[in-house]
């Protein structure tokens, strides 16, 4: 069964349609990169499939429940779902730690000891285990990003949401992010990744997707789709991006 | 005329001078307690709430903050009698203190949360926490945070505003200065001595509210 | 002889409420005049008057009103060598309590005007009372509108005090009233209908200026 399905998925912001009929479905494993213009609806489709937006037309599924069903228990969905936003989002007031354990101590009620050790692990898994205890305002822009990854890791996701994680750091910070992105990728888990590493999508990404106007302009495997881009629009995106 | 100033008296009376200040703490304790948790609500209430909640608040908001403190502390302890409620002098301070805070507190602590901002939420709503629990742990302590000075300037002026309830006899610090008045008709010297003591008051409570900040938003 | 409360009643508050307006007004005057020079002090050059105007507001704010109303009701004769009418103990008290307010607030607002306006006059040459008068006084006005409004606020509420020394005002006046009528819970809320009626329009106004002024900006 598919994990993720976009039935002709309508999105305005008032007058404003972001998303136009966008249609898709991701399988278990998958990894999905979705890349094009500012505007293109990218993020705003990544946010209504953890409820984060409302749609005005079609449907959303997830591993069988309907996103935008309004008796659909919304938190224990997103419990199922993780997001990590471009700017980290990382709670200020709280030790890398208590980011990292405040869900599943609070929603899943695991207890403390355990819930560290959760961390501990979900940390390591980004290469930051010496951190626990460091405050946000302590890391860099990339370290934020990565503990911000464990975060929403530690609930043990069937689903994983990338909005342009990258995009607000530096150069030299984006590597060891996307080194963390392969690795999860690698132990199976199905991402879904707005993005503007191309070169990133073309190596790790089993399926890419090309947005434009708020539908979906090309799809396809993502060697295929970025060597022979078949329509006008994705060749000038190309052409602007990687160059 | 050469008048004779003569403190010597005033010393004399320390016993209940002490007397007076342990009073006026217990009252500032008390609603400051009072006044955040009211404070802590009603902003809630007015930031999160429905319009039947949000309206009442905001009357009561504006009311409490439109009219003296004075005139409030009159209508609990000389007004409610009339309606069958008796208070004695400190309960109704108490009350007129309390809920004259929480006014306050109400839109001191309202900014705070809206403050917060917006991307803290959703991080929080994207794992899976429900309303009260994004409240409670990311909202609520940075709100508080981002407005400590204002609130705690707040509480100063409330503790200093506590002399009020001298005018219903209510056995404060200030009320006791003009029992002091009566047995030593040293008016003067006593008013300037009891001011003095207001001021080592805000200032003591102004070093705590400091070395609280230190310890309550300490690393840990 | 208790009397029924009336509106004739009414009317006296209403007469009352003349003179909480006339104090305000004497008081928010005194304490501009001493306001003005405190925010001077505390932007001044020269750290002493810094120190001497921070020095006064956190004395003046660290005493309670009621105190202020009472150390200068019973120690003015003493300066003075006469006895002193309530009318002024108030306002010396009002105009050293406003003061020490009005000053912080404009003192915030010269300081809110950058950095380099001030460094603009002095390339030009101008001296600090000069600078002062021409360039950074006229932008602070427009910042200091709605809190010096919003401070009014809180002197006509402060003004209930005086009551305390005796003068009349509406506070006072109620307290007179309920001693005839013995209807202490009528006349208070009325006071403190007619005290939210003189306040509420000036709170209201304080906010659409600052909302103008934030628009504006």
């Avoid at chain 1, 560290?116 to 285990?129: E, F, I, K, Q, S």
């Avoid at chain 1, 295929?224 to 991006?241: C, G, I, N, Q, S």
């Avoid at chain 2, 926490?129 to 990311?138: A, E, I, P």
């Avoid at chain 3, 910042?143 to 006072?172: C, D, M, Y």
Wanted: glycine share 8%; charged share 15%.
């Amino acid at each position: 069964m598919s994990l993720v399905e976009l039935h002709d998925v309508v999105k305005r912001f008032g007058a404003n349609t972001v998303l136009d009929r966008v249609s898709l479905t991701v399988q278990p494993g998958e990894i999905i990169a979705i890349i094009g213009r500012s505007g293109s609806g990218k993020s705003t489709m990544l946010r209504c499939i953890n409820g984060l937006e409302s749609i005005q037309g079609g449907r959303i599924v997830f591993d069988g429940e309907t996103v935008n069903d309004p008796a659909t228990n919304l938190r224990k969905l997103r419990q199922r779902v993780g997001i990590v936003f471009q700017s980290y989002n990382l709670f200020p007031h709280l030790s890398v730690e208590r980011n990292i354990t405040l869900a599943p101590r609070v929603v899943k009620g695991i207890e403390r000891d355990a819930a560290r050790d959760l961390a501990a692990r979900a940390l390591a898994r980004v290469g930051l285990a010496d951190k626990i205890d460091a405050y946000p305002d302590q890391l860099s822009g990339g370290q934020q990003q990565r503990v911000a990854i464990a975060r929403s890791l530690a609930m043990q996701p069937q689903l994983m949401l990338f909005d342009e994680i990258t995009s607000a750091l530096d150069p030299e910070l984006t590597g060891e992010v996307l080194k963390v992105l392969e690795q999860v990728a690698k132990e199976g888990m199905t991402m879904m990744l707005v993005t503007h590493e191309i070169g990133f999508a073309r190596r790790v990404a089993t399926r890419l997707i090309f947005m434009h106007s708020g539908r979906i302009w090309e799809e396809g495997l993502a060697g295929d789709v970025l060597a022979k881009p078949r329509t006008p629009e994705l060749a000038t995106f190309l052409d602007a991006v990687l160059h | 005329m050469r008048y004779a100033f003569n403190f010597r008296d005033i010393w004399a009376q320390w016993p209940s001078i002490a007397e007076g200040i342990g009073v006026t703490l217990m009252l500032t304790a008390v609603t400051m307690v009072a006044g955040l948790v009211i404070g802590a609500l009603g902003a809630a209430g007015r930031v999160y709430g429905r319009s039947w909640l949000r309206t009442p608040l905001a009357a009561y908001v504006e009311v409490v903050r439109n009219t003296p403190l004075l005139v409030q502390l009159f209508i609990i302890f000389f007004g409610l009698p009339s309606l069958g409620v008796r208070l004695d002098a400190v309960a109704a301070a108490l009350i007129a203190l309390s809920v004259n805070l929480g006014a306050y507190t109400t839109e001191i602590i309202r900014a705070g949360l809206e403050a917060v901002p917006r991307s803290q939420i959703e991080a929080g709503y994207s794992l899976g926490l429900s309303g009260t629990q994004v409240f409670r742990h990311v909202v609520l302590v940075p709100a508080i945070r981002i407005v400590y000075p204002a609130l705690t300037s707040q509480f100063v002026l409330m503790m200093l505003a506590t002399s009020i309830v001298s005018q219903i006899s209510a056995p404060d610090l200030f009320h006791i200065a003009s029992i002091i008045q009566s047995r030593t008709f040293r008016d003067f010297e006593i008013y300037a001595v009891i001011a003095m003591v207001y001021l080592a008051l805000a200032l003591i409570l102004k070093l705590l509210f400091a070395a609280t900040a230190q310890i309550a938003f300490a690393r840990r | 002889m208790i009397r029924e409360f009336s509106l004739v009643d009414i009317y006296y508050l209403l007469l009352a409420a003349r003179w909480t307006l006339a104090l305000t007004g004497l008081a928010f005057l005194g304490g501009s005049l001493v306001g003005l020079l405190i925010a001077v002090l505390r932007v001044s050059p020269v750290a002493p008057l810094r120190a001497l105007g921070a020095g006064y507001i956190s004395i003046v704010q660290g005493i309670p009103l009621l105190a202020w109303l009472f150390v200068l009701f019973f120690g003015l004769p003493i300066l003075a060598g006469v006895r002193v009418s309530p009318w002024i103990a108030a306002m010396v008290a009002f105009s050293i309590y406003a003061g020490a307010f009005l000053g912080d607030i404009w003192r915030g607002c010269l300081q809110a005007i950058p950095r380099q306006q001030w460094e603009a006059g002095a390339s030009l040459g101008l001296s600090f009372a000069d600078q002062l008068r021409y360039i950074i006084v006229p932008q602070a006005v427009r910042v200091a509108i709605p809190p010096t409004v919003g401070f009014l606020v809180q002197l006509i509420k402060n003004t209930s005090l005086a009551a305390v020394i005796g003068f009349v005002e509406l506070t006072r006046e109620g307290q007179l009233t309920n001693s005839t009528t013995y209807r202490p819970f009528t006349v208070y809320i009325v006071v403190a209908a007619i005290y939210f009626a003189l306040c509420f329009p000036l709170t209201q106004w304080s906010r659409s200026l600052e909302r103008t002024f934030r628009v504006s900006r």
